[in-house]
């Protein structure tokens, strides 16, 4: 059967829309919108509310930490991108997802963070938040557990979250995830915990060559207080 020169210019027509859709929606840019919190004794507000950045492509943004207080505070704060489904593409460059601040009464700094879009995000991800929340906001001491918990938001909360779950934002992301270490917390031995820390296990890093001693220590005495606290 012959096709006519329209009907054959419309099915060629439809056949190049179709290959060309979903290229043009993997090029579709992506919105990015950043939150942050104002409390009474802090202000953490991105520079930035939203974006739009091209799949493939870096952006950057400066994270404003204010202490609105009247005294020296250790400041921990630690980043989230929601939903779920959009973690896995987004690459924070640098030295990490959270950071730690020693801020003098009324500072304000201004913390750079630069991020990658995978080329290959999902598509139905079309737009998605970074939420930046403080983890702690106490005074500038070197008590041993106020340490620890300074070590954990720096060195564990992304993989093992705040409660020691084994729900940070990059733990669910490693194949099999991070587990539940409250169990464990409650029962090894001090010994137990500081040789895995000091070591590594699986995915985890050895940081005895990163921590001396006594942050070990303390880093040990914060986890055992956190596994007295979660329920």
């Not at 859709?21 to 579709?28: D, E, G, I, S, W």
């Not at 700094?109 to 080329?119: C, D, G, H, K, L």
């Not at 031995?189 to 060559?209: S, T």
Request: net charge neutral; with cysteine.
């Amino acid at each position: 059967m012959r096709l006519s020169r329209r009907l054959r210019a419309a099915l060629l027509g439809a056949g190049l829309a179709l290959a060309v859709a979903p290229l043009a929606a993997a090029c579709a840019p992506v919105t990015v919108g950043f939150q942050g919190e104002v409390e009474a004794r802090w202000e953490l507000e991105p520079r930035t509310r939203s974006l739009s950045v091209a799949r493939g492509e870096i952006f950057e943004t400066l994270i404003r930490v204010h202490n609105r207080s009247a005294q020296e505070v250790v400041a921990m704060v630690v980043k989230e991108i929601r939903p779920e489904q959009a973690a896995g593409a987004v690459v924070h460059l640098g030295c990490g997802p959270t950071f730690t601040l020693v801020l003098k009464p009324g500072e304000v700094v201004a913390v750079p963070a630069a991020y990658f879009i995978a080329e290959d995000v999902a598509q139905q991800v079309e737009a998605f938040e970074i939420a930046y929340t403080v983890y702690s906001f106490e005074p500038h001491s070197l008590d041993p557990l106020q340490v620890g918990q300074r070590l954990y938001a720096e060195r564990c909360v992304s993989c093992h979250g705040l409660q020691a779950r084994g729900d940070g934002p990059t733990g669910r992301l490693l194949a099999g995830g991070v587990g539940d270490l409250t169990p464990a917390l409650r029962q090894k031995e001090d010994r137990i915990l500081l040789q895995a820390i000091g070591d590594g296990v699986g995915p985890m890093p050895a940081f005895a060559p990163a921590l001396s001693a006594a942050e070990l220590q303390a880093l040990v005495a914060y986890l055992r207080e956190l596994g007295r606290r979660v329920p």
